[in-house]
């Protein structure tokens, strides 16, 4: 999903650069490391296509 082209606001977090947002990422994410992790009201969505 471009959620930039289609209008829809988001928050890019840069894991590499940012310890604090590499451990909420792997919380989210239950310590798999695929992306994009897309949290969206509460609900977890995990690689492309959402699998």
Do not use: N, W
Not at 1 to 12: A, C, N
Not at 29 to 44: A, K, Q, T
């Amino acid at each position: 999903m471009d959620f930039g082209k289609r209008g829809i606001g988001f928050e890019y977090h840069d894991v590499r650069k940012d310890a604090e947002a590499m451990r909420r990422f792997l919380d989210y994410s239950l310590g798999d490391r695929r992306v994009p992790l897309i949290v969206e009201d509460g609900r977890v969505t995990l690689g492309f296509g959402g699998t």
